[in-house]
């Protein structure tokens, strides 16, 4: 056993926490309707603008990311949405938007496959859609969809709003959301953030409120209007996660130390790095080429490995993976460069995964 006993997480989500953003949490609790709380509110939502790329309104939700498709989708749908499907988190939101009583029609294709944008714009121009769901990149297959280009698709069709699951994309890729015309762009604390579980984030258009006030039954806890009727006063509707909204603040803080484009571009190298081992231990890639994912990624188990075999074996070397999602459990493994991950970091994870391989 290794000598901390910690098990440092490669897995996509929750990724590994550093010390120091885990002891944000711990100051002393402060009234969520004390002035204390108004300041940090309204300290961490300028910081947030640049990980959506809008100047406009974020909101700060305690919840996980499903609960923010379920939001989008009761603010900014009143009949019918489009729901792209590729992966296990665009099916999800598809059930989604079915258990909230939407006529959501998927536009499904394989796994592993990348939404083209003429797939989209041939489903739109059939008209009668409000609104079209994609998550940008698909943590179960890791692929990454090309949002910009269907973003540009969808503003062909005036009406139609763009609602975007970037749970597994912020913070690790460049989002543009005011450029690209997102109405919503969702995501949570766990993942690219490097934050501990259960704050949701997102970032909402002129666009996307205009509508929420024309949709009934948006019920309550995700009303996007009330939201905004709390933010100008720098609070929420409903109790905040104060210790998670504090280790927020400090993480944003070393986020913009290090440069927002100076992330992006560490995870486009570790990515790298495991593309690499990928190819020199004889795998594949479950993703198509060209939309593969910055920030996991899903590897095609060739060699049929033992993945339970080599988590037991990481697991005594101080790390974890995580196997396949769902269906694809043992038919792939993934592993995450997402978060603080350093080079050192995966070059490690990476070596002792050659050396389970070389003595199996």
Known sequence: ?????????????????????????????????????????????????????????????????????????????????????????????????????????????????????????????????????????????????????????????????????????????????????????????????????????????????ARAESVPDRGWYFDFLQYEKYAAKNHTPATPAISLIRALDAQLDAIAAEGWQARFARHRRLMGQVHAWVGAGGFDFFAEEGYRSPTVTAVRNTRGVDVGALNAYLRRRGMLISDGYGPLKGETFRVAHMGDATDEEISELLEAMSEFMEET
């Not at 006993?5 to 002393?28: C, M, S």
């Not at 108004?38 to 305690?62: C, N, Q, S």
């Not at 909230?100 to 499904?108: I, P, R, S, T, V």
Request: proline share 7%.
């Open 1 to 209: 056993m290794p000598r901390d006993p910690h098990v440092k997480l490669f897995i996509p989500g929750p990724v590994e926490v550093r010390p120091q953003i885990l002891a944000a949490q711990t100051a002393p609790m402060i009234g969520h309707r004390s002035p204390e709380y108004a300041d940090l509110h309204a300290r961490v939502v300028p910081k947030l603008r640049p990980l959506f790329g809008t100047a406009g309104r974020v909101f700060i939700v305690t919840a996980s990311g499903s609960g923010l498709q379920e939001a989008a989708v009761r603010n900014c749908v009143r009949r019918r949405c489009l729901c792209l499907v590729n992966g296990a988190f665009g099916a999800r939101w598809h059930q989604v938007a079915l258990a909230n009583g939407k006529q959501a029609d998927a536009l499904e294709v394989s796994w592993g496959e990348a939404i083209r944008p003429e797939q989209v714009d041939d489903r739109l121009r059939t008209g009668g859609y409000e609104a079209v769901t994609v998550v940008f990149n698909e943590t179960s297959t890791g692929l990454l969809n090309p949002l910009p280009e269907i973003a540009a698709v969808v503003r062909q069709h005036p009406d139609v709003l763009l609602l975007v699951d970037a749970v597994s994309a912020a913070g690790g890729v460049e989002i543009r959301a005011d450029e690209w015309g997102v109405d919503v762009c969702l995501t949570s604390s766990q993942k690219a953030l490097a934050l501990p579980p259960g704050l949701a984030l997102c970032s909402v258009s002129d666009r996307a409120m």
